[in-house]
């Protein structure tokens, strides 16, 4: 697997009410992988709960992951400081693994989220975005992206959720949903 | 990582014109794989085009595939005899691994267009979900998604394209896009 850096990278985002955003962007990492290039994930509001995903990344040639916050869901009527907090740290991140050359593509997995409920602001993603070394894919993902960044990315797939057995009262299950 | 089988499998379709179909498909197999589970993808009318997931199956625990069809681009308008049996083939492959207990998930990638493109028909596809052991999920993608199969089906997502740099003559980059 060559390592040829991407000559041009995009901003995608992947949001709507659908599943398939987190997917999606994992089916790009896993993709990235084969073709030599070098991914990282930073989870916002996600915490160490026991993603599937997460347990095979270290098989994966070039591919690593940070996570900012906890697997209890942030109650946007109601953010805590240690909330925001997390999530500003996460934006720091970001911003060192689209700045520090190590990586081909950068996933911020819920970050739209972490925006609509004012965890962070969207002016520091756009910042972000303008920042962004020219040979790095970025990728965006969570409901409720917001219309200044839909209108600067280069992709956006809005996931619209036509069924969901969520809906019916089926439990996420393990292996599936996460 | 242990393999608990799945109590219930769904059918899942990821449809509509956006990217992410695909992507999305191998996002739930790299989570199914960090979770013990078994997943086969089967690939219609993608051919042995270099795709970049496919260079990485081999690492992962439990993730193979089958590809049946060309790299060159369906006609829908002139389907030749030797598509319509690949994708026949690729059908019956579906059968066997649903059928044979080998697998926990199973992804008939790009079968909606198949389907569409009238290289098969949606009754022998209704008929492949009715035998669908209870304990395997199917994923089905591609644009264009039968009506039947949306009735039919427990999870439905339509990623919806808003924007795609293919539209502003941006062709697809290895890594990102195959």
Redesign the interface.
Known sequence: ?KN?P???G?V?V?T?S????????????????????RSHIIYFMKGEYP??????FP???NVTCQSFGHEDFVDPNNVKEEERQQAKEGLEAARQALAGGDY??VVLDEINIAVAWKLIGIEEVLQLIEDKPQNV?LILTGRHADQRL?ER?????????????FR?G?KA??????
């Open positions: 697997m040829e991407l000559e041009k995009l995608e992947f709507g659908g599943k398939g955003k987190t997917s999606a962007a994992l089916g790009v990492v896993l993709r990235a992988a084969g073709q030599g290039l993603y599937g995903e997460r347990k095979v098989l994966l040639p081909d593509l894919e839909i990315a280069d992709l956006v797939t809005d996931m619209v959720e036509v069924k969901h057995p019916k089926i299950r393990r292996g599936i949903d996460y």
